[in-house]
Structures are given as structure tokens and as C-alpha cells.
């Protein structure tokens, strides 16, 4: 089966800085990446995703980069604030049956 | 705007006791799953159901069952709960089998077994 591995496990910002969360995953035949957020206390939602078709997609301050060959793709959140403090997870999926997420990040941004 | 409800936010039960989870969604999803989620370890699936009475096993099913009798109600059973099992607990729903399909997650059970 797929198997999600993310880095780094917990992170620290300065307002303003950016913040880069990496994901690798094992299975060539995923082809969906979603980005979920938590915050404390909260259900995960879904903040940006990206399908294999495409090399980086952006919202605002977030953007996501999927790199097929090396199978890797990064969560990158610029100007951070305050209230993007919360534990971010990746995930792959080839069928939207099943989906592996990887272990999550927890992000502080420090004001 | 998609709304998934689990029936209970904090729940603590005694060894070998069955427990049931609860969860409803109200958008006509197809699939319905159910999480662990454990610090350092992230979200796993226990169990993912595709139609209703139709489900499919995920990573981590030993020690549970589920049952999906109605398209908007997914259930997760604890035959026997043990202590292992203490873990927060998500449900998620999908319309349908599409990867790219988003995944709405429920507010989360905290079950606590002593």
C-alpha cells in the first residue's frame, strides 16, 4: 500500500516568515494530494489541494508543488500569521476510496 | 454546505464493554470512513464504506466492526473495547469514489476506555 511520509514534525515561525511542510509518498499511481488543517480542538479541513497533472497550485498565501518523479509534494505558506498555527496533514490518493495521510506538522507562528 | 455529526464529542467506557459510534452525514456522500487519529501518528483508516452495506477494510481494523444500514449513517462498533483503543476517533464522508472527491471530516469522539 501507499505509505506518506511528512517533515518536520513540528515547526516554528516568525509572523511574517514562511513556512514549508514537505510530504513524500511511495505509490507512482496516486494521483490526488489534499492538504488538510486542524486547529486545536477542530475537525480537519481541507485548505488546498493538487492532482498529478499539475506541478504547483496557489491560493493566496498558500501553495502546494507536486514534483511526480521524485514523488514529493510541499505545503509552502507565505507571510504567516498567528491564526495558521495548527497541525497541517498531507495525504495521496489514487482512488477515492482510500487515502493516506501522512503524520502531521504542528505549526506555531510566534508574533 | 456539507455536515457531518458524530453522536458523541467525549465518551469514556470500562474495559470490554461494545461501543458504538455514531456518525450522520446530510449530503447524500456515497463514502463514509472512519479515523484514528493518535499523536505522532497521524489519521488511519479503520474502516471505509462505499454504498450502503457495502464496506471495505482499512489499515487498523482489528478490534473493530462497522455497519452501514442507511446511505447517511456510519457506525463504528467496538466489540470488546480495550484501553489501545482509547483515541480520538473521526469520521469523514465523500460523494462518491473520485480521488479528488474533498473529504468532510466529523467534530471527533475522544473515547477514553479505563
Known amino acids: 500500500g501507499e505509505n506518506v511520509e511528512q517533515h518536520p514534525s513540528t515547526l516554528s515561525v516568525q509572523e511574517g516568515d514562511s513556512a514549508v511542510i514537505k510530504c513524500t509518498y511511495s505509490?507512482?499511481?496516486?494521483?490526488?494530494f489534499p492538504w488538510y488543517k486542524q486547529e486545536l480542538g477542530k475537525r480537519p479541513q481541507l485548505i488546498i489541494d493538487?492532482?498529478?497533472?499539475?506541478g504547483e497550485k496557489k491560493d493566496q498565501r498558500i501553495a502546494v508543488t507536486l514534483n511526480k518523479t521524485a514523488k514529493h509534494f510541499s505545503l509552502h505558506i507565505t507571510e504567516t500569521q498567528p491564526e495558521d498555527s495548527a497541525v497541517y496533514f498531507c495525504?495521496?490518493?489514487?482512488?477515492?476510496?482510500?487515502?493516506?495521510f501522512g503524520t502531521g506538522t504542528s505549526l506555531t507562528v510566534i508574533p | 454546505d456539507v455536515k457531518v455529526t458524530q453522536s458523541s464529542r467525549y465518551l469514556v467506557k470500562r474495559t470490554g464493554e461494545k461501543v458504538f459510534l455514531e456518525c450522520v452525514q446530510d449530503m447524500d456522500h456515497e463514502n463514509m470512513f472512519w479515523y484514528r487519529q493518535d499523536p505522532g501518528l497521524g489519521l488511519r483508516l479503520i474502516y471505509f464504506s462505499y454504498d450502503v452495506k457495502m464496506k471495505e477494510k482499512g489499515d487498523i481494523p482489528e478490534g473493530y466492526s462497522v455497519s452501514r444500514e442507511k446511505k447517511e449513517r456510519f457506525s463504528l462498533i467496538l466489540e470488546s473495547a480495550s484501553t489501545n483503543q482509547t483515541s480520538m476517533y473521526l469520521c469523514a464522508s465523500s460523494l462518491s469514489h473520485r480521488a479528488t472527491d474533498t473529504q468532510y471530516f466529523g467534530p471527533g469522539t475522544r473515547l477514553t476506555v479505563l
Open positions: 505509490d507512482s499511481a496516486s494521483n490526488y
Open positions: 493538487i492532482r498529478s497533472n499539475v
Open positions: 495525504a495521496a490518493s489514487s482512488t477515492g476510496n482510500q487515502f493516506y
